[in-house]
C-alpha cells in the first residue's frame, strides 16, 4: 500500500492506493495559501490501521512543503489536529 496525491487545479486529493484499488482518499482544497482538509475516508478493512492518520499526515507534510495553512473542516482531519500538537505550525489559527 502506497499514500499518493493526485493533484488538480487548486484541489486534489491523497489517496490509498494498493495494486490500484483506492482504498481510502483525503480530499482537499487549495486558496490564497490554506489547504481546506474537508473529507477524509478509509475502507472499512482498513479501519483499525491508523490510515486516516496517515492521510493526514501526508497532508501536512505537503502543506509543510508548500509553505500552505491548513483548515480542517473535515470532522476526522479536526480530531486528528486536537490530538496531535506536532501539527500545530501548519494549523490556520481562529
Request: hydrophobic letters at 35%; a negative charge; charged letters at 30%.
Amino acid at each position: 500500500m502506497e499514500i499518493k496525491n493526485e493533484e488538480r487545479h487548486h484541489a486534489g486529493a491523497f489517496y490509498i492506493d494498493d495494486s490500484g484499488d483506492r482504498l481510502g482518499e483525503m480530499r482537499y482544497l487549495v486558496r490564497d495559501g490554506v489547504m481546506n482538509i474537508y473529507h477524509t475516508e478509509v475502507d472499512e478493512k482498513l479501519q483499525g490501521h491508523h490510515m486516516g492518520e496517515k492521510l493526514v499526515e501526508a497532508g501536512v507534510k505537503y502543506a509543510r512543503e508548500n509553505q500552505f495553512k491548513i483548515l480542517p473542516t473535515c470532522v476526522f482531519a479536526r480530531s486528528v489536529f486536537n490530538r496531535t500538537p506536532a501539527y500545530d505550525d501548519v494549523l490556520v489559527k481562529s
